[in-house]
């Protein structure tokens, strides 16, 4: 797998709290359905970002660690934490591999991997997940998928404007993005881990032009950082063409989560 360095989110935690959607309550409800979650047991956060996912489970874990390789992530997620007043909560700094070296507890009874899995050496990861994971239990790999065949306008007209400005080629930390050619669900069938999979009713996101600019910057490929100087004035271009689509500016996307499950049997 290529490595793409330690900064491959640099400089966006501040936006990834403020601007990424929320994660529907249908997600949260049908982990709670699929793993019969009582309020018992453990939960490990794989690749936890700002640790937005571990908090809707504060209720229905005794205990969450969240990981992640991104200082600047795990400092939000700390002070979200502080911020709601959630005792039941640990972080972790490393990725999964110095995790588990430390980690002797019990196994965990679910592994949520949301927008990350592509990030990781996915073999290895389920590999270790394996033998971490409680019988019965497993490993939710929770991406958004696009219902829609063809992206709105005003998507792909952000994608223009994006490419005008950072490059045609998609940027991640050190490198360039490369979409991974084998799926998910086929690393999960070669594994030890038993596949099932879910898509959950699409729903509608609302977007203000701020909102669009906010998100674009929580990204590992719109990261402020590649602008510097040139920042002002890219928000005014795509401001400018965004409002030529819609003068209220305010923009509409259907969207779906698909869940990838890897049930240890």
């Given amino acids: 797998m290529k490595s793409y360095g330690p900064d491959l989110f640099k400089g966006t935690a501040f936006y990834y709290s403020r601007y990424r959607p929320v994660y529907p309550g249908s997600?949260?409800?049908?982990?709670i359905n699929r793993f019969s979650l009582d309020g018992q047991g453990v939960m490990l956060d794989l690749g936890c970002g700002n640790g937005r996912l571990s908090l809707r489970f504060t209720d229905w874990f005794q205990e969450i660690t969240g990981v992640d390789t991104?200082?600047?992530m795990i400092d939000e997620a700390v002070r979200l934490c502080r911020e709601q007043r959630l005792e039941n909560l640990n972080w972790f700094l490393g990725d999964l591999q110095s995790f588990r070296n430390q980690y002797h507890n019990s196994p965990f009874k679910l592994?949520?991997?949301?927008?990350?899995?592509?990030?990781m050496k996915r073999e290895e990861t389920l590999s270790i997940l394996y033998d971490m994971i409680h019988t019965g239990g497993g490993a939710a790999i929770i991406d958004y998928s696009t219902p829609d065949l063809e992206p709105p306008a005003w998507k792909r007209k952000v994608n223009e404007v994006v490419k005008r400005w950072y490059g045609?080629?998609?940027?991640?930390?050190?490198?360039v993005y490369t979409h991974p050619s084998i799926s998910h669900e086929q690393i999960v069938r070669e594994s030890r881990f038993t596949l099932e999979t879910q898509t959950?009713?699409?729903h509608e996101k609302k977007w203000s032009v701020d909102d669009i600019i906010g998100n674009l910057y929580s990204t590992s490929y719109g990261s402020k950082r590649f602008l510097g100087e040139k920042t002002p004035y890219f928000e005014k271009d795509l401001k400018e063409e965004l409002l030529s689509l819609n003068d209220e500016g305010i923009f509409w996307e259907s969207m779906q989560v698909s869940i990838k499950l890897a049930i240890k049997i």
């Fill in 27 to 31: 997600l949260i409800r049908y982990l």
């Fill in 70 to 72: 991104e200082p600047e």
């Fill in 111 to 119: 592994v949520t991997i949301a927008q990350a899995f592509h990030w």
């Fill in 168 to 175: 045609i080629k998609r940027k991640a930390g050190e490198a």
């Fill in 200 to 202: 959950l009713p699409q």
